[in-house]
């Protein structure tokens, strides 16, 4: 059975709280081990697409978006 201050740890936030949720492999490791919460963080910052790399990928596709968008605009201007 997992310790209640680690359960109540992942309860206060609700990634992770739903990252154990959809992983339960973790709830063994963590019983056993609850000094690996920063290892499960790390894992669910990955599942979710929260870690800088991701979020920069994130930030220059939106861009591009953006500038595709803004090139459509004129030349669709320049036709008229």
Do not use: C
Not at 21 to 39: Q, T
Request: charge should be positive.
């Amino acid at each position: 059975m997992m310790r209640g201050e680690v359960y109540q740890y992942i309860r206060s936030q609700p990634d992770l709280h739903k990252f154990l949720r959809s992983h339960p492999n973790w709830y063994r490791r963590l019983s056993r081990n609850p000094y690996d919460i920063p290892k499960m963080e790390q894992e669910a910052k990955l599942f979710y697409g929260k870690t800088f790399p991701q979020r920069m990928e994130k930030i220059e596709n939106n861009m591009n978006l953006a500038m595709m968008m803004i090139e459509m605009m004129k030349s669709f201007n320049q036709q008229s």
